[in-house]
């Protein structure tokens, strides 16, 4: 199974008195969770960024389960996080959509809330970048992602083409010589902060090198 998914929350735009509101966080989180966050987590987090936390992660997982399913629908009460675990820069832990597991790692700093999922705890194939820019209209975070990427290929790929598409379904795809490549991309902003993120596994890797030979 492979895809990509990705969410940041910048925290200068949150509404901290209403994201503490039962009638709020209750669409967010569930009472597993929030009974996990009081036995667990509360001494570690603010419950704000806690909930914040959780949007991030379930909203990772939907974009990463809806390239297998396009007619999903985000529903965070269907996601469930049930592990989390923090190390000295991230959080780790574990989200689950039904039988479906997924794996997410997440940094959280004094601007953002920053999360990405895979279907393996191991990331170390998974990219990502996080980026400030001066805007923060749809079209100017939508342009600045894209070259944000382009330039992070250009590094690892020098002299290719490079062209960053749209699926029909919506997410984005990458592509080389207007050949759509299985390299899976999720792009993600709020307000001033954009990131991508993309999984480029060995196999991922020998198809690419394959389609250069090719063309």
């Keep these: 199974m492979t895809s990509a998914g990705n969410d940041i929350v910048a925290l ?32 570690q987090l603010p419950f704000e960024l806690f909930v914040w936390l959780a ?7 939907f974009k990463y389960l809806k390239r297998f399913d396009p007619d999903l629908i985000f529903s965070p009460s269907k996601l469930q996080v049930s592990e989390f675990k923090r190390t000295a820069e991230q959080w780790n832990g574990v989200v689950q959509s039904g039988n479906q ?19 393996t705890a191991d990331f170390s194939e998974t990219y990502r970048d996080i980026k400030q820019i001066e805007s923060t209209e749809p079209v100017a975070q939508s ?3 894209r070259e944000f990427l ?15 598409g ?7 795809v990458i ?14 902003h709020h307000d001033h ?7 480029l596994t060995d196999s991922l890797w020998k198809a690419h090198q394959h389609h250069a030979e090719v063309l």
């Design 101 to 119: 597991m997924l794996y997410f790692q997440s940094i959280i700093s004094s601007d953002f809330i920053f999360s990405m999922v895979n279907d």
């Design 150 to 164: 382009l330039e992070r290929l250009d590094q690892l790929f020098p002299g290719n083409d490079w062209q960053i």
């Design 175 to 188: 592509a080389n010589e207007e050949v759509e490549l299985p390299i899976p991309v999720s792009f993600t």
């Design 193 to 199: 902060f954009v990131a991508y993120s993309f999984k």
């Design 12 to 43: 200068k735009a949150i509404h901290i008195a209403r994201t503490k509101q039962p009638n709020f966080y209750s669409r967010i989180i569930t009472n597993a969770e929030q009974e996990l966050y009081y036995a667990e987590l509360q001494d």
């Design 55 to 61: 949007w991030s992660i379930k909203e990772s997982a």
């Design 143 to 145: 342009a600045a992602v």
């Design 166 to 172: 749209k699926n029909p379904h919506g997410w984005p």
